[in-house]
């Protein structure tokens, strides 16, 4: 019986992969489009100021990310409703604030570039807002019960729709407002679907369970935190020291080396979680999805990076212009450094779904910091150096915290040891 029990939920996982795998290469296809379309229609001055608000939303969006849906995902079925609503009314509290936060940062942004024209486009952005938490919960339960055909499939048509608006305004000549207004309106779209794809509704008001959804949430926000600032720490150090041409470099070949593979392994993450969750409470179940995922990872990560890597001299001028044909021994350190990437989001994933994210994040933390003093070691050796650090810091600190959660995992033989 656990046999077939296993057997139906790899399945399972498997199906939840094709389709957020799917989602992402539909995604990626309609992305490059517009690129094409933008880079035709658009001045270098319309992307600066895209850029900046796009930015500004980003730093703003991570702190929708403090655990609120991880901790509805894991928390056991007979919890589940209170918790849920407890969790909507404090996602209303949260996405206001950030709201209001965005707007009043506009000022400041704008004063500090010295520009008035991002005031609005980044107020505006901030909209997305008093949007999204009407069907937050409704999102979060539907990844819950692994129903993530439904989120893939609305993550496709939700960016699709807004790729394909943002090339009709650019070719109308709407300037940065092509890559800004679009995000407003899919906006909707995402929140339509999901709440007619559930029959959750919010109860009356309350607070109760928000200071458990706050503790359990500051951890996973300082991993989003860092994470976010590791994803944008080298760029910020290569435009600082070694110089702005050098960055577009470097960030052409982060984009190019990277594109594919963070697809599928934010496609990986996003079915895992899930997946490892449903059986929190039974650790036989448990222990054979975590090490069934490693598998199955290892098997469509490892053969794309390497095959993306070696086709890389080949590819880049053909597709991109010769006049990159610069930045291949980047792209190919860069790319590289996917392959350890999805092992420690597992283990990462291990962590969340058992209730111990504090060590996900002693983990984080420690990670930025080594990153942080690599990047500084390497500009010595200008963009090379860098990506050498980057790589270096990747295959050599993941696999060890990949290494460190499956020795924790195998140790432990019962639900008690596990979980307490």
């Known amino acids: 019986m656990i046999d077939q ?50 930015t500004v939303n980003e730093f703003t969006q991570m702190l929708t990310r ?19 609503n407890s969790a909507y009314w404090l996602s209303w509290l949260i996405y206001v604030g950030l709201f209001l936060i965005q707007c009043i940062a506009a000022f400041a942004i704008a004063a500090f570039y010295r520009d008035n024209q991002l005031i609005f486009p980044i107020c505006a952005t901030a909209i997305i807002y008093l949007i999204v938490p009407i ?3 409704q999102a979060t339960l539907i990844q819950r019960e692994n129903r993530l055909k439904i989120i893939a499939v609305t993550n496709a048509l939700q960016i699709s729709i807004g790729n394909v608006l943002t090339a009709v305004f650019a070719f109308l000549g709407f300037g940065m407002w092509a890559i800004i207004l679009p995000r407003v ?22 607070t109760d369970h928000w200071g458990e959804l706050f503790r359990f949430g500051r951890h996973v926000l300082g991993v989003e ?27 052409f070949a982060f984009n190019a080396g990277l594109g594919i593979s963070l697809s ?14 449903a059986v929190r409470s039974n650790w036989q179940q448990f222990r054979a999805r975590y090490f069934h995922s490693l598998k199955i990872t290892a098997f469509i ?33 860069i790319c590289l450094s996917a392959i350890p990437r999805p092992f ?40 090379t150096g860098v990506a050498i650090s980057v790589l270096a810091t990747h295959a050599i600190f993941q696999p060890l915290f990949t290494l460190l959660t499956t020795r924790f995992v195998m140790q432990r033989s019962s639900v008690k040891q596990s979980f307490s």
């Not at 403090?66 to 849920?84: D, F, N, P, T």
């Not at 599928?264 to 969750?277: E, G, K, Q, V, W």
């Open 185 to 206: 309106l899919v906006a909707p779209l995402w929140v339509i679907i999901n709440y007619r794809y559930h029959a959750w509704r919010p109860k009356q008001w309350t």
């Open 225 to 251: 935190l860092l994470k976010t600032l590791r994803n944008n720490l080298d760029y910020l150090i290569v435009g600082r020291m070694i110089g702005v041409r050098e960055l577009g470099l470097y960030y």
């Open 5 to 54: 029990i296993r057997q139906k939920f790899s399945s399972r996982f498997i199906q939840n992969l094709g389709w957020l795998s799917l989602s992402e290469l539909v995604i990626r296809v309609v992305r490059l489009a517009t690129t094409v379309i933008l880079a035709r229609f658009l001045s270098e001055y319309d992307y600066g100021l895209a850029a900046i608000v796009l």
């Open 301 to 333: 990560i490892v053969p794309i990076v390497l095959l993306q890597s070696s086709l890389a001299p080949i590819y880049v001028p053909i597709v991109f212009s010769p006049k990159w044909i610069e930045a291949i021994p980047i792209l190919i350190l």
């Open 66 to 84: 403090c655990g609120i849906s991880a901790k509805l995902i894991q928390v056991e079925e007979e919890r589940l409703e209170s918790l849920a």
């Open 135 to 137: 069907a937050q919960i």
């Open 264 to 277: 599928f392994i934010t496609a990986i993450n996003t079915a895992l979680y899930p997946h490892l969750c």
């Open 344 to 383: 420690a989001e597992a283990a990462s994933a291990v962590w969340l779904a058992i209730d111990k994210p504090k060590i996900d994040l002693i983990g984080s933390v420690i990670f930025t910091i080594v990153l942080a003093i690599a990047l500084f070691i390497g500009t010595h050796w200008q963009l």
